[in-house]
């Protein structure tokens, strides 16, 4: 019942979790303090840190997050009180992913509001880790390893009426703020549109001439 899964140290201090909602906090290594979550009997089996708060995931779809490793909040996301698990989460680039069962792939920009990306697989996927640039890698059942790569622009084309349009791909969720520019020398880059990135791609058709 105590067996611990993940650990993270952040904000000074070490958080471990792990079966039956328990959690183990430490500020020094040598010495820790356990406590049994009220909100959660289920299997924890990843924590992060963003460096403002944690975020632990596990069984049944459970997520949990807490500003010091002592106070807990569950929180909903698409996979709530399913049976499909959740067995890592990881953070950069202002984005917690949570991998699991079945290809599960949860995006979050807060760690309280959780959207489902495709992952375009279905084999469980086990662990996730931050690269670089926005980019994130996931390994899982039978030695599959995915890559989400940095956010791309996509093609460009030229419709009628000199209308350009084009497609940003990245993470689901995102915020994708385009900007224009009537000069480069020296540019003056302004904001012209906001749009959320939905499942992987955000298309923008700028019909100024």
Do not use: C, K
Not at 67 to 75: A, E, F, I, K
Request: glycine letters at 12%; hydrophobic letters at 35%.
């Amino acid at each position: 019942a105590d067996l611990l899964q993940s650990i993270v140290f952040s904000q000074g201090v070490f958080v471990a979790v792990g079966g039956y909602g328990n959690v183990a906090t430490s500020s020094d290594g040598p010495n820790w303090t356990f406590q049994v979550l009220s909100d959660t009997a289920d299997e924890l089996w990843g924590v992060t840190s963003d460096h403002h708060q944690f975020v632990a995931v596990g069984d049944d779809g459970e997520i949990v997050t807490s500003p010091d490793g002592v106070n807990w909040t569950s929180q909903t996301s698409p996979v709530s009180g399913t049976s499909l698990s959740l067995y890592n989460v990881s953070y950069g680039d202002g984005h917690f992913v949570a991998v699991g069962d079945s290809g599960t792939l949860l995006l979050s920009t807060d760690g309280t509001n959780w959207v489902t990306d495709n992952s375009g697989v279905t084999e469980e996927l086990d662990a996730v880790t931050y690269y670089e640039q926005g980019s994130f890698v996931i390994v899982g059942e039978d030695g599959l390893i995915l890559f989400n790569p940095p956010p791309r622009l996509g093609q460009l084309s030229l419709l009628p009426g000199h209308t350009l349009q084009f497609s940003l791909n990245g993470l689901n969720g995102s915020t994708a703020i385009i900007e224009a520019t009537p000069t480069l020398a020296p540019p003056d880059w302004q904001p012209v549109a906001t749009n959320i990135i939905d499942h992987g791609v955000v298309t923008f058709t700028d019909t100024m001439t």
